[in-house]
């Protein structure tokens, strides 16, 4: 990507974002906007988003690939990692080779070693004045640091989008909207019921099915939890779901690859 092109993807970016701050919007599809820019941005294999409630409980929300949802859920269940440790401080975690940090994460190290998708993570906090409501991790396949400007852009792209989930009243106060993260959390199931429904009925893997799925919202100006809903419901024939953009599946399978 020349830099000409890679400005105007990040004016893009930080535009599609900045669409957020109305009074109605998908905080699902905010969440998986995010994911998406930083990929194409950040040269990262694949990213994913974990919110917490409002218990703070971490819940995984938005990923790029299955891969990428299968590395946050390891990181919920050994209870340790990179991106538990970001949420906790609210300070960015970079991890430029996982096999390097056995000794501070061992049953996640361990779990990672066994799935063998990605060898370095770099968590950054989605944080409002020092405190996480959540952290954005960006997976590599291969080990190395990212460049300090990279690291900027994402936590720059990540502050943006907590803006996106926050309120400006509830902003002032200093308080997190936790109707909205559990509505977040809430869609989240949702999306993953549908996309078992959709891959089971057309023969797709998960990350076809959530392109169909994510695809048929955008170009009929749904929301993506409500069609969703219309799937999981069996109010919507997964036949009915548009197919997916042949360009963006070749982007991603490039990732996969």
Not at 9 to 19: E, G, K, N, R
Not at 58 to 80: G, H
Not at 181 to 202: D, F, M, N, P
Not at 212 to 241: T, Y
């Amino acid at each position: 990507m020349s830099q000409p092109e890679r400005e105007q993807q990040i004016s893009v970016a930080f535009v599609a974002l900045a669409d957020t701050l109305v009074d109605d919007y998908d905080i699902i599809d905010l969440l998986n906007q995010l994911v998406e820019h930083s990929v194409e941005l950040l040269a990262a294999d694949a990213a994913g988003i974990l919110l917490g409630d409002a218990r703070r409980e971490l819940r995984a929300v938005a990923s790029s690939s299955e891969d990428a949802e299968t590395m946050e859920l390891l990181a919920l269940q050994a209870d340790q990692g990179p991106c538990l440790d970001c949420y906790a401080t609210g300070d960015p975690v970079s991890v430029p080779d996982i096999t390097d940090v056995a000794g501070r994460w061992p049953t996640f190290t361990a779990f990672v070693a066994r799935a063998g998708a990605f060898r370095s993570v770099h968590a950054l906090p989605l944080r409002l004045r020092g405190q996480a409501i959540g952290a954005l991790s960006l997976f590599h396949r291969t080990p190395g640091p990212l460049p300090p400007a990279d690291l900027a852009l994402g936590q720059a792209l990540a502050d943006v989008a907590t803006i996106g989930i926050l309120s400006e009243r509830v902003i002032r106060r200093g308080e997190v909207v936790n109707e909205q993260l559990q509505s977040a959390l809430t869609s989240r199931v949702i999306i993953e019921q549908a996309k078992g429904v959709i891959a089971h009925q057309l023969g797709l893997s998960m990350d076809a099915a959530f392109d169909r799925l994510r695809r048929h919202a955008r170009s009929n100006n749904l929301r993506l939890s409500e069609v969703a809903r219309q799937v999981a419901n069996l109010q919507l024939d997964p036949g009915q779901i548009t197919a997916p953009n042949p360009a963006s599946t070749a982007r991603r399978s490039q990732h996969e690859d």
